[in-house]
């Protein structure tokens, strides 16, 4: 399978594993807008979902699913995202489509996190993929300079925005052996959003898709 496909077959895996009748979560990027297209053969058993981009907004309006707050859904059984990087604890990288401040705050209220994934994505250690911070634009240098005393080489991101009106960092170089502790590290810096980070709350499932088909993945059965 093409890395596409993969991504297809971990999206659709991802729908035969949802509850009915229940408001979802839903994240952003490639993986998710075929897990959204896979969503359409049962879009009248989804309630409604928690949406962490305009993007995916879009995407479910289009498909008749209504769009909830996260004040209105309270708690979630499921939320559904993919993952830039996933390492065998099932702590992530995200943010590398910008919308990382939203998912961490959706998967915050979802007692299950579902990530779909193609097996590029599935690291022994995470940080060769540079870590997005996402920054308020006037403690972007204040920001950058305590990340380079952490070991970091920051980059902004030109010409983006997020839909909260912040910036991103994208940073190579740091040490995340210890994500959990990077983590919390990070998000001390003011100035600092939040973080691409997500070791303090980790995917609970991973359905990782291969050239050999598709895995379900979770702490303890690996």
């Known amino acids: 399978m093409t890395q596409d496909e993969q991504k297809r077959s971990a999206a659709e895996k991802a729908v035969s594993m949802l509850p009915r009748g229940e408001i979802i979560g839903v994240g952003t990027g490639s993986t998710v807008n075929h897990f959204i297209s896979a969503l359409e053969a049962i879009k009248h058993d989804i309630r409604g979902a928690v949406v962490t981009s305009?993007?995916?907004?879009?995407?479910?309006?289009?498909?008749?699913?209504?769009?909830?707050?996260?004040?209105?859904?309270?708690?979630?059984?499921?939320?559904?995202?993919?993952?830039?990087?996933?390492?065998?604890?099932?702590?992530?990288?995200?943010?590398?489509?910008?919308?990382?401040?939203?998912?961490?705050?959706?998967?915050?209220?979802?007692?299950?996190?579902?990530?779909?994934?193609?097996?590029?994505?599935?690291?022994?250690?995470?940080?060769?993929?540079?870590?997005?911070?996402?920054?308020?634009?006037?403690?972007?240098?204040?920001?950058?300079?305590?990340?380079?005393?952490?070991?970091?080489?920051?980059?902004?991101?030109?010409g983006f925005t997020t839909e909260s009106g912040h910036e991103i960092l994208d940073t190579a170089g740091l040490d995340l052996s210890r994500p959990l502790t990077m983590e919390d590290n990070i998000n001390q810096i003011a100035g600092v959003m939040d973080n691409g980070l997500f070791a303090r709350r980790p995917a609970d499932v991973l359905v990782l898709a291969g050239k050999k088909g598709v895995e379900i993945i979770s702490i303890g059965t690996h």
């Not at 707050?69 to 943010?95: F, W």
């Not at 959706?106 to 250690?125: N, Q």
């Not at 060769?128 to 380079?148: G, T, Y």
């Open 54 to 158: 305009q993007e995916t907004e879009k995407r479910l309006r289009q498909l008749g699913i209504p769009i909830v707050s996260p004040a209105e859904a309270g708690r979630l059984s499921v939320y559904v995202d993919g993952a830039d990087e996933i390492n065998h604890s099932l702590q992530m990288i995200k943010g590398g489509g910008g919308a990382l401040l939203a998912e961490k705050i959706v998967a915050s209220i979802a007692d299950t996190f579902i990530c779909i994934a193609d097996e590029s994505k599935y690291v022994s250690k995470l940080g060769k993929f540079p870590l997005p911070v996402e920054v308020a634009p006037f403690a972007r240098s204040v920001v950058a300079k305590a990340l380079i005393r952490m070991g970091g080489t920051p980059q902004l991101r030109m």
